[in-house]
């Protein structure tokens, strides 16, 4: 059992990092902005469970082999950015199909938890995040090294799921009053797919390593 001290002291560093807006956060306020406050939601658990492997992966050892190999993780990397582009692109082609829709879409909880589940399952940065920073807080004398990493990773996502949460709430709430005009949003499900294109971009020019 991980000590107290190490587990809190992880549960403050993973809330400071999770605060400050990275790409899944972008993604789901690009979701949020485009779908609404039930898409943002559903993306965000999406998302959490597609980094789920990560986690299992870095605990019994695979995720250092992935972090070390720059073809696989610019490979994944790859794969996820276009990805993004292209659910960027179809939240910009269908804008104006959203105008009258405030939070209820016509998209199923199922393909939209599948979508959060694609982005977070091929974001690479998440077992080059968990390889750096898990193995900092696991006491050798508590118990199996593997047992210690499953438990701090999936901490860290339920931190995720609840934080990542709020800003889908929060610009889904923005998105409701925007509804008011269908100029505006049209506008910004336009907006929100630009972020999700912009975010992609971003993601596939950064370094491999970064």
């Known amino acids: 059992m991980i000590p107290l001290d190490n587990l809190l002291a992880f549960a403050i560093a993973s809330v400071v990092i999770i605060v400050i807006p990275g790409p899944s956060v972008l993604f789901v306020i690009g979701r949020s902005l485009s779908l609404g406050r039930r898409a943002g939601v559903l993306s965000v658990v999406g998302n959490a469970l597609g980094t789920v492997p990560a986690v299992v992966a870095v605990a019994f050892g695979v995720g250092a082999i992935v972090s070390s190999s720059i073809i696989a993780f610019t490979v994944i990397k790859i794969i996820g950015a276009a990805y993004l582009v292209w659910l960027g692109i179809q939240a910009i082609r269908h804008r104006h199909d959203h105008v009258a829709n405030t939070g209820s879409g016509p998209a199923s909880a199922g393909k939209l938890l ?97």
């Open 114 to 210: 599948r979508q959060g589940f694609i982005v977070g399952v091929t974001n690479p940065k998440t077992i080059a995040f968990f390889v750096a920073v898990l193995p900092q807080f696991v006491a050798p004398s508590a118990g199996p090294a593997w047992a210690q990493l499953l438990l701090l990773g999936l901490t860290f996502q339920l931190l995720a799921l609840a934080c990542d949460s709020v800003w889908a709430l929060a610009a889904g709430t923005a998105r409701t009053w925007f509804a008011r005009s269908p100029r505006r949003m049209s506008t910004l499900s336009g907006t929100g797919g630009v972020m999700m294109i912009g975010l992609g971009g971003t993601l596939a020019l950064t370094g491999a390593k970064s």
